[in-house]
């Protein structure tokens, strides 16, 4: 079973953010809320909102916390704003205030070894299924590349 939260419309661009993801993406969920708060970026407070955010969506369905694993996050670009310096003789020079999304997928873990099993099960019947093929086809004479 999936669990997701959504951050949309972050402003802190997304550059700022994925290598604070990067550190906990390994991590299970619980070990991430621990070590968020030691992470010394602004983009960890909005991550750590995030994965408190999916959790506490797993738990309201009954779900265990430590059986929890992280399927997905993703850190996606929002719209920029267009912003401007001014500068001499009365240009400006273009500023982009980049946003961000923040979106996290947990699932269980039972979940992900079932849902291998699944998958190994189907590469079994189709093995199963190529070798019931071969068998029926039936070999013709031998031709020596020829046309006749």
Do not use: C
């Not at 669990?3 to 419309?9: I, L, R, S, T, V």
């Not at 969506?57 to 704003?81: C, H, T, W, Y």
């Not at 400006?92 to 996290?104: L, Q, T």
């Amino acid at each position: 079973m999936e669990f997701k939260a959504e951050q949309k419309y972050l402003l802190l661009s997304p550059r700022k953010i994925r290598p604070v993801v990067d550190v906990i993406k390994k991590l299970t969920p619980s070990k991430a809320l621990e070590v968020l708060p030691f992470i010394k970026k602004r983009a960890s407070e909005y991550v750590l909102k995030v994965i408190k955010s999916a959790v506490a969506n797993a738990s309201q369905k009954g779900i265990d916390v430590n059986n929890l694993s992280f399927k997905e996050i993703q850190i996606g670009e929002g719209p920029r704003l267009k912003r401007g310096m001014p500068v001499s003789r009365g240009r400006w020079h273009p500023i982009k205030k980049r946003m961000s999304h923040i979106k996290v997928i947990l699932a269980s873990k039972e979940a992900i070894v079932s849902k291998e099993n699944k998958e190994k099960e189907k590469i079994e019947d189709k093995k199963k299924e190529v070798k019931r093929i071969v068998k029926t086809v039936v070999k013709k004479g031998n031709k020596n590349g020829t046309k006749s």
